[in-house]
């Protein structure tokens, strides 16, 4: 089992940037393909992107392809979300998950540990 804590959300002007994190502990995160999913209010929960087990393999959402970028450090068990030229549709909570399967998965069904989630604010 692992246990995912998230950080780095906040207020932001559109155009601006933040970087959240994802800590793990229990067991080692590199045993998992790690995502980022986001939900605004009153909207079903959206795939963000993912990164397999050593995180040499991707997937970008359309949404934030070319603005977003994942990055994973397994020896700090920590997943990364790099967000760019922040517009106001990205406003939500983001939570990071796990999947002890190999490939990646855009499903929030398919992934079996979840942080609490940090919200993120992109202010005109």
């Known amino acids: 089992q692992v246990q995912l804590v998230e950080s780095g959300g906040g207020l932001v002007q559109a155009g601006g940037s933040l970087r959240l994190s994802c800590a793990a502990s229990?067991?080692?995160?590199?045993?998992?393909?790690m995502g980022w999913f986001r939900q605004a209010p009153g909207k079903e929960r959206e795939f963000v992107v993912a990164i397999s087990r050593s995180g040499g393999s991707t997937y970008y959402g359309d949404s934030v392809k070319g603005r977003f970028t994942i990055s994973r450090d397994n020896a700090k068990n920590t997943l990364y979300l790099q967000m760019n030229s922040l517009k106001l549709e990205d406003t939500a909570v983001y939570s990071c998950a796990a999947r002890g399967v190999s490939y990646i998965s855009t499903r929030p069904s398919e992934y079996d540990y979840w942080g609490q989630g940090t919200q993120v604010t992109v202010s005109s």
């Open positions: 229990g067991r080692t995160v590199s045993r998992y393909t």
